[in-house]
């Protein structure tokens, strides 16, 4: 974890395409609170208001480097905000000096409003659980296929395995890595969770 210096000038708004079809999704940080516009709804929060906030590391197959926050407010309302905005058909364009200065500044912002917000990152326990279980099940399967095939002398298929076993840890190793579950402070956001 480190600390981030907030820099109000620029980080006061941030805005991203969630589709290629719909208007953009616009936030502003205002002295009242977060201001939002999403699919012609709009609303805004005061930094009080806001209950929790959940960072996590989120990859999809457009784009393997995306981060999500997940912002609640007390009494209802959660809203996504994501570090990356469609371009193309086949581009999704990072955001992400834009989405970590306006992050930054928004956890500046509560903190300044004497917010008692649940600040996490990474996914739920539960969730994390499921997917070490599934990890080992899946470590398992994959060392006995690898004993199996050296035991038969069928080199080709141990140094699949191992290529595959290697490619997949190199891909799933950091979802898993940024996304273990922990909470935070104001002034200490996880720069793993941040691009």
Request: hydrophobic share 50%; glycine share 8%.
């Amino acid at each position: 974890m480190q600390l981030f210096e907030a820099r109000p000038a620029s980080a006061t708004s941030y805005a991203y395409k969630a589709s290629l079809i719909g208007s953009a999704h616009r936030f502003e940080l205002t002295d009242e609170g977060l201001s939002w516009h999403i699919s012609g709804r709009s609303g805004l929060w005061r930094y009080d208001e806001i209950s929790a906030i959940r960072l996590s590391f989120r990859p999809v197959s457009m784009q393997q480097h995306r981060f999500r926050a997940d912002v609640s407010r007390s009494g209802g309302g959660r809203i996504a905000i994501l570090s990356t905005s469609w371009q193309t058909a086949a581009l999704m364009a990072p955001q992400d000096n834009d989405f970590r200065s306006f992050i930054v500044e928004l956890h500046a912002r509560m903190a300044q409003a004497g917010s008692r917000a649940a600040l996490t990152a990474g996914l739920g326990r539960k969730t994390y659980a499921v997917v070490l279980a599934f990890l080992a099940v899946l470590t398992a399967a994959m060392t006995g296929l690898l004993i199996r095939a050296l035991m038969i002398g069928e080199l080709a298929g141990a140094l699949f395995i191992l290529g595959f076993a290697a490619l997949f840890a190199w891909q799933v190793g950091g979802f898993v890595r940024r996304n273990q579950p922990q909470s935070y402070s104001f002034d200490r956001v996880p720069r793993a969770l941040l691009p």
